[in-house]
């Protein structure tokens, strides 16, 4: 006997989920993981600080852009929430009048961590280049590792790497640049083992 179709959750299914998780619509599937953890929410926040004055306001940079924190986006039948996410405001001109978002960003941000990395690596990413989205950058904290990628004839092309100790110079916000390391409010956690680490006695003679 062939098996029951699956049933594909709907927007009631997400309004039910409690509100101290974070729920999307992936491929038919609710999908749900804690709200992010400090370390997480405070990259984010600074990373969104440090786009917002010289792209959204023109304080040192070029200005035209609008950028939303955790909006939530419906992308055809897909329901998704990106950690950050900017529009060229030519592109969005009007503020939304509704709760979430149906034009496709420009860019996109998605600040990895164990319970999302899975999705934010994999179906997400695939989401994002199906919505045209131009430019996806993929920051993982514990790493202290920031990947930039364009979207190329449909594909994703990785564009570079920056790392803890680099300055992040990628497109589309290459006019302004700034380290990676402004984004940590606390010590690299390798170096701070280094430095706490006991020192060696030297070897007997």
Same mark, same amino acid.
């Given at each position: 006997?062939?098996?029951?179709?699956?049933?594909?959750?709907?927007?009631?299914?997400?309004?039910?989920?409690?509100?101290?998780? %974070?729920? @999307? &619509?992936?491929?038919?599937?609710?999908?749900?993981?804690?709200?992010?953890?400090?370390?997480?929410?405070?990259?984010?926040?600074?990373?969104?600080?440090?786009?917002?004055?010289?792209?959204?306001?023109?304080?040192?940079?070029?200005?035209?852009?609008?950028?939303?924190? @955790?909006? @939530? +986006?419906?992308? *055809?039948?897909? %329901?998704?929430?990106?950690?950050?996410?900017?529009?060229?405001?030519?592109?969005?001109?009007?503020?939304?009048?509704?709760?979430?978002?149906?034009?496709?960003?420009?860019?996109?941000?998605? &600040? +990895?961590?164990?319970?999302?990395?899975?999705?934010?690596?994999?179906?997400?990413?695939? &989401?994002?280049?199906?919505?045209? &989205? *131009?430019?996806?950058? !993929? !920051? $993982?904290?514990?790493?202290?590792?920031?990947?930039?990628?364009?979207?190329?004839?449909?594909?994703?092309? +990785?564009?570079?790497?920056?790392?803890? *100790?680099?300055?992040?110079?990628?497109?589309?916000? $290459?006019?302004?640049?700034?380290?990676?390391?402004?984004?940590?409010?606390?010590?690299?956690?390798?170096?701070?083992?280094?430095?706490?680490?006991?020192?060696?006695?030297?070897?007997?003679?």
């Amino acid at each position: 006997m062939a098996g029951a179709a699956r049933r594909l959750a709907t927007y009631a299914d997400l309004e039910a989920v409690p509100a101290h998780l %974070v729920a @999307e &619509i992936v491929d038919g599937v609710l999908e749900t993981h804690p709200r992010p953890r400090p370390r997480h929410a405070s990259v984010s926040l600074k990373l969104g600080g440090e786009l917002d004055f010289p792209f959204g306001r023109g304080r040192g940079g070029p200005g035209g852009w609008v950028f939303m924190s @955790e909006p @939530e +986006l419906h992308l *055809g039948h897909h %329901v998704v929430v990106p950690d950050l996410a900017g529009w060229r405001r030519e592109r969005m001109p009007v503020e939304p009048d509704t709760a979430f978002v149906e034009t496709p960003p420009d860019w996109v941000c998605e &600040i +990895l961590s164990p319970s999302t990395a899975r999705l934010d690596r994999g179906p997400k990413r695939r &989401i994002y280049a199906e919505a045209g &989205i *131009g430019h996806l950058w !993929l !920051l $993982d904290p514990g790493d202290g590792v920031l990947e930039a990628f364009a979207l190329v004839d449909g594909r994703w092309l +990785l564009l570079g790497t920056v790392q803890r *100790g680099e300055t992040v110079a990628m497109p589309p916000f $290459d006019a302004a640049p700034f380290p990676l390391d402004d984004l940590f409010p606390f010590d690299d956690p390798a170096a701070q083992s280094a430095q706490t680490a006991p020192p060696t006695a030297p070897p007997e003679t």
